[in-house]
């Protein structure tokens, strides 16, 4: 295990609690090296994770929406990259990317809806019923559950990030190296509370 800001575990010495894991995506990111210090909260993190990027309700564009957002509200630089670089490969384009990086979207129907729905939760704590109609209107009350539990699961992330200074992992920050949108993740960009943000819910 290393010292400091990100005490990340080394793959030889991850716990045998942790055997099935060894080999899968979890054990490949440094934000899962660091959680492996509490083997049993991995092991349960890996069930919800495994659900919410892997069967959730919500398509894999309307997904990465939801993180881009929760990660720049949180200023997580390693949410940002890391999911800067898979929204590409699920399809989203650079410009709607950037669009979660901006103080007022400009996105249009239900992108715009689903950035609206992250800054109106990270600011009151709930939805409105219009909001929520709307949302249940674009993806179902599944979809909604979803993403709520996503915007919590990645909020959580967020907070274990940037309190332990993960460093973004070193494939990732390669392929970003010098990118406009990686840059949008500059702490200095991203407003953890505006209540400007949500004023479009209404």
């Known amino acids: 295990m290393t010292t400091g800001c990100h005490p990340l575990v080394a793959d030889e010495d991850w716990p045998e609690q942790l055997i099935k894991l060894r080999g899968g995506p979890l054990a490949q ?10 083997p049993s909260l991995l092991l349960a993190w890996s069930v919800l ?10 398509s894999p564009q309307q997904s990465e929406l939801v993180i881009l957002r929760t990660g720049w509200r949180w200023r997580s630089r390693y949410e940002w990259v890391h999911h800067v670089s898979r929204s590409r490969r699920v399809g989203l384009s ?14 249009a ?32 009350i599944k979809g909604s559950l979803d993403v709520m539990a996503t915007i ?6 967020a907070f274990l990030l940037e309190t332990f200074a993960v460093p973004v ?3 990732v920050a390669a392929e970003l190296a010098g990118d406009p949108l990686a840059a949008l993740g500059s702490a200095a960009e ?8 949500v004023g479009r819910e209404a």
Not at 49 to 58: E, G, M
């Open 29 to 38: 990111l440094n934000v899962y090296k660091m959680m492996a210090n509490h």
């Open 49 to 58: 994770r495994d659900h919410l990027v892997v069967h959730s309700a919500l």
């Open 94 to 107: 650079d410009d709607v990317i950037a669009l979660c990086a901006t103080s007022v979207p400009a996105a």
């Open 109 to 140: 129907g239900g992108d715009a809806l689903l950035l609206d729905v992250v800054d109106a939760l990270m600011e009151r704590g709930k939805l409105s019923e219009d909001l929520l109609a709307r949302l249940q209107d674009l993806v179902g």
């Open 152 to 157: 919590g699961m990645y909020t959580t992330l």
């Open 169 to 171: 992992d070193d494939d």
């Open 190 to 197: 991203r407003p953890v509370s505006t209540g400007a943000l």
